[in-house]
């Protein structure tokens, strides 16, 4: 538990608050805050007959990273993925030159997205990044690990990654 200054909004420890009570700035006194951040971009999921499961956005990225490969739900693209020194995910597609940079916080504003629309259409995100086939993909891929979503929109074919035959000489 922390607590928060209604005014200037600084937080403080719970040792903090038991010796000043109020805010030494405002003077206002100290009230507990809710830290609801790291909650707010869950995605519930809700199956007939099933306890409810909360997908979370770090989670899901952390899932991305991991990831060697993969095939786009939509027009079946593979893919590669690499991680980056600097946290990032370098996207690899199979049929291009071209390699795609991902930040978290690209992949959260999918992520956030999602969560109000569930759409699983790259087009409907193209306002946030050309990315979203791939993100989507990692996504769907992540619900699927946690038991979220049946396997209706799945991609078996990832399983059968052996399908990526000469990718070898990515660097
Ligand atoms: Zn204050």
């Not at 009570?21 to 869950?42: R, T, Y």
């Not at 770090?58 to 991680?83: C, H, P, V």
């Not at 087009?123 to 990692?138: H, P, V």
Request: proline share 4%; net charge positive.
């Amino acid at each position: 538990m922390e607590f928060i200054c209604p005014k200037c909004k600084q937080i403080h420890s719970v040792m903090f608050q038991k010796t000043n009570k109020n805010c030494q700035d405002c003077e206002m006194k100290l009230i507990p805050f809710k830290n609801n951040n790291s909650n707010n971009d869950g995605i519930i999921f809700k199956q007939e007959n099933q306890p409810e499961i909360k997908a979370k956005c770090l989670d899901a990225w952390r899932y991305f990273k991991e990831l060697k490969e993969g095939i786009t739900m939509y027009q079946s693209k593979e893919f590669r993925i690499t991680n980056s020194f600097n946290g990032t995910i370098i996207i690899h597609p199979a049929l291009s030159k071209c390699d795609y940079t991902l930040k978290y916080s690209k992949f959260k504003e999918v992520w956030k997205e999602y969560k109000g629309t569930r759409s699983n259409h790259p087009g409907d995100y193209c306002d946030i990044t050309i990315l979203a086939s791939y993100i989507l993909t990692a996504m769907n891929m992540y619900f699927e690990k946690i038991g979220a979503q049946s396997t209706e929109i799945r991609l078996s074919k990832s399983k059968d990654s052996g399908i990526l035959p000469n990718w070898d000489d990515l660097k």
